[in-house]
T-cell receptor
Framework: GAGVSQTPSNKVTEKGKYVELRCDPI?????LYWYRQSLGQGPEFLIY????????DSGLPNDRFFAVRPEGSVSTLKIQRTERGDSAVYLC???????????????FGEGSRLTVL | KNQVEQSPQSLIILEGKNCTLQ??????????LRWYKQDTGRGPVSLTI?????NTKSNGRYTATLDADTKQSSLHITASQLSDSASYIC??????????FGKGTMLLVSP
C-alpha cells in the first residue's frame, strides 16, 4: 500500500475484554514497530519486529500484551483482559531497514485509538 | 536512562512569524536525531533526520540544527503558516530499536 495502514481506527471495549489491533506496513519494509501514545505524551516503544521475529519486546508493559508478525508483513497487537489504563493511541511504524544503524526513514500509521470503559 | 527533553511545552505565535523549538537529550550511544510533526489525531510525519556529523539540515521552511557536543538540537520554523499548528516531536536513536521520544512541543499558529 501507499502508507502504513492501521485498523481499527477507533476501538471502544469494556474492561476485561480481548482486543486485536492490526498494522499493515508499507510493502517491502522489513522493520515494524509498535508504540503507545497517551494524551499529551510522546510515543512509548512497545515492540520491534525485524522480519517475522520480535527483535526487541522490552517495551511491552506486561504479559497481557503480545504481538505477532507471522509472515513478515502484517502485524497484530493483542491485548488480553484490557484495563482502563490501556486506553491510548497505538501507533505502528515501518521502515525499510532498521532505524538507528542508518538513517532509515520511519513511516507511521494514523494509529488505533483504544478506549477501555 | 535515555531521555529527551523538549521546550517549550507549548507555544503560540502569529502567522508569518518565526519560532525555534528546543530539544536536549541524554541518549547514549547516539545514532541519529529526528524531528517529527504530528497533527492532532494523526501519526507523526518525519521532517528531518540528522546524523552525528550533520550540523544543519533544512526541509523547506523547517531548519534543524544539531550540536552533538552539547547534545542539543533545535527546529526553526520560518514564516509560519496556520498549517504548521501541530505537535513537534524530537526523537533520538541509539540502536536498531531504541528510539527515545520527547513529549513534544505543541505549536499553535494564530491568524
Amino acid at each position: 500500500g501507499a502508507g502504513v495502514s492501521q485498523t481499527p481506527s477507533n476501538k471502544v471495549t469494556e474492561k476485561g475484554k480481548y482486543v486485536e489491533l492490526r498494522c499493515d506496513p508499507i510493502s517491502g519494509h522489513t522493520a515494524l514497530y509498535w508504540y503507545r501514545q497517551s494524551l499529551g505524551q510522546g510515543p512509548e516503544f512497545l515492540i520491534y519486529f525485524q522480519g517475522t521475529g520480535a527483535a526487541d519486546d522490552s517495551g511491552l508493559p506486561n504479559d497481557r500484551f503480545f504481538a505477532v508478525r507471522p509472515e513478515g508483513s502484517v502485524s497484530t497487537l493483542k491485548i488480553q483482559r484490557t484495563e482502563r489504563g490501556d486506553s491510548a493511541v497505538y501507533l505502528c511504524a515501518s521502515s525499510q531497514v532498521a532505524s538507528g544503524v542508518n538513517t532509515g526513514e520511519l513511516f507511521f500509521g494514523e494509529g488505533s485509538r483504544l478506549t477501555v470503559l | 536512562k535515555n531521555q529527551v527533553e523538549q521546550s517549550p511545552q507549548s507555544l503560540i505565535i502569529l502567522e508569518g512569524k518565526n519560532c525555534t523549538l528546543q530539544c536536549n537529550y541524554t541518549v547514549s550511544p547516539f545514532s541519529n536525531l529526528r524531528w517529527y510533526k504530528q497533527d492532532t489525531g494523526r501519526g507523526p510525519v518525519s521532517l528531518t533526520i540528522m546524523t552525528f556529523s550533520e550540523n544543519t539540515k533544512s526541509n523547506g521552511r523547517y531548519t534543524a540544527t544539531l550540536d552533538a557536543d552539547t547534545k542539543q538540537s533545535s527546529l526553526h520554523i520560518t514564516a509560519s503558516q496556520l498549517s504548521d499548528s501541530a505537535s513537534y516531536i524530537c526523537v533520538v536513536s541509539s540502536g536498531y530499536s531504541t528510539l527515545t521520544f520527547g513529549k513534544g512541543t505543541m505549536l499553535l499558529v494564530s491568524p
